[in-house]
């Protein structure tokens, strides 16, 4: 086979972490990055990217896991400008951004884009729906004819608008069915992770 590069609980209305309170490190680059593993799954020669963002280091987790199971380019979504690292000041600069539909500023390139045939997505909820680092990127490429995999992070939300939201902004792609992690529940998930991904059909 070819090998391929590659939060506390609130209500359901409310901005919902899917991170608890470890914290990401600070990323060296956002260029892919290699995960290959003898225990990834056969993907039928498709070229896989899997992406994220993550404030907290859950969805960073889930990101990973996946990444070495299918033999996918990883690749973050690191916003110009970071969040702040306390949780209050957090959702309160996001529910702002949220409600004024802000595209926060990335960092992140990926130049041979075109070159994926399937990409996963995924973020935690951010008051129901898709970080703005996330609105942004996904605003930034064209994802006709890909197959998009998302996964999805949360602090007790559930998934909420973040699916709905996720398929309206590419209209023009095929969605297999979403993965969903509470964040204290990501580490220990490897078995879910697994069926999911034995699930797909790409």
């Not at 957090?90 to 990335?106: D, G, L």
């Not at 996963?120 to 490429?141: D, L």
């Amino acid at each position: 086979m070819k090998k391929i590069l590659t939060l506390a609980l609130l209500p359901t209305l409310m901005f919902t972490f899917g991170c608890g309170n470890q914290k990401d490190a600070a990323p060296t680059a956002a260029a892919p990055t290699s995960t290959s593993t003898a225990e990834a799954a056969p993907t039928a020669g498709k070229k896989i990217l899997v992406t994220y963002y993550s404030w907290g280091g859950n969805t960073k987790y889930v990101a990973e896991e996946v990444a070495k199971k299918v033999n996918g380019d990883l690749v973050e979504i690191i916003p110009t400008t970071p969040y702040p690292t306390d949780y209050r000041a957090c959702t309160e600069q996001a529910k702002t951004e949220i409600n004024n539909n802000f595209k926060a500023p990335i960092n992140t390139k990926i130049d041979n884009f075109n070159d994926y045939d399937v990409v996963f997505i995924g973020y935690p909820n951010w008051w129901g729906t898709m970080p703005p680092p996330i609105a942004t990127f996904i605003g930034s490429y064209n994802f006709t004819g890909k197959t998009i995999v998302p996964f999805y992070t949360h602090g007790g939300g559930g998934v909420q608008r973040c699916d709905s939201d996720l398929k309206r902004n590419i209209p023009n792609a095929k969605f297999e069915n979403y993965l969903l992690l509470s964040g204290s529940s990501v580490r220990s998930s490897d078995r879910e992770i697994t069926s999911w991904i034995d699930g797909l059909k790409f």
